[in-house]
Nanobody
């Protein structure tokens, strides 16, 4: 599975931004899709994930502000980020997990929240 994420950039606190990820290849094998983020010196952390059945999971830090969604064919993934805060600054990675528990990662997209 190949993943291509986009949508990062520089935004101000309180702004909104939408990240997109396009999956290609063996998308029929995808069971779950998600967004992770990482800042220098810290481990990569889960931001939000969504199953093939459509059940979302969110990190406590983004609940109520971020919304994850996906295309019906599991070939597109989105992250709508509202009310962005400086602590949301990170490189965001698109991830998919297959039915055989293999993880695939896209190249990250940097989101910088700063005034």
């Amino acid at each position: 599975v190949q993943l291509q994420a986009s949508g990062g950039g520089l935004v101000q606190p309180g702004d909104s931004r939408r990240l997109s990820c396009v999956a290609s290849g063996s998308i029929f094998s995808i069971n779950e899709m998600g967004w992770y983020r990482q800042v220098p010196g810290k481990e990569r952390e889960l931001v939000a994930a969504i199953t093939r059945g459509g059940t979302p999971t969110y990190a406590d830090s983004v609940k109520g502000r971020f919304t994850i969604s996906r295309g019906n064919a599991m070939n597109r993934l989105y992250l709508q980020m509202n009310n962005l805060k400086p602590e949301d600054t990170a490189v965001y990675y698109c991830n998919v997990r297959t039915y055989s528990n293999m993880d695939y990662w896209g190249k990250g997209t940097l989101v910088t929240v700063s005034s």
